[in-house]
């Protein structure tokens, strides 16, 4: 079992930066795959970003060259580091993590709000 808590969300103006942050409660270098994912009202929740625990990196178009995900397994934490927001970034974000040793498991956190408005 893993517990993930996503905080760093928050009120920003078009063009600003904000880094989300997620906190796993053990270690994440067995996690298989991390990931970021988004949903604004009315409309599916996307994936945004994911990362391998061998590093190998993913991007959904319309973040790619704004956002970068990280994770630092010794502090058990995944990031998410938005550049260049625009108000279409607007949306409740989600850490995911999935972890398969017998079988496929999918965690997630619990959202944390991003709106970006002037």
């Known amino acids: 079992q893993v517990q993930l808590v996503e905080s760093g969300g928050g009120l920003v103006q078009p063009g600003g930066s904000l880094r989300l942050s997620c906190a796993a409660s053990?270690?994440?270098?067995?996690?298989?795959?991390m990931g970021w994912y988004r949903q604004a009202p009315g409309k599916q929740r996307e994936l945004v970003a994911g990362i391998t625990s061998g590093g190998s990196t993913n991007y959904a178009d319309s973040v790619k060259g704004r956002f970068t995900i990280s994770r630092d397994n010794a502090k058990n934490t995944l990031y998410l580091h938005m550049n260049s927001l625009k108000p279409e970034d607007t949306a409740v974000y989600y850490c995911?993590?999935?972890?398969?040793?017998?079988?496929?498991?999918?965690?997630w956190g619990q959202g944390t709000q991003v709106t970006v408005s002037s």
């Open positions: 053990r270690s994440i270098s067995s996690i298989n795959v």
């Open positions: 995911k993590a999935v972890v398969v040793v017998f079988s496929s498991r999918d965690y």
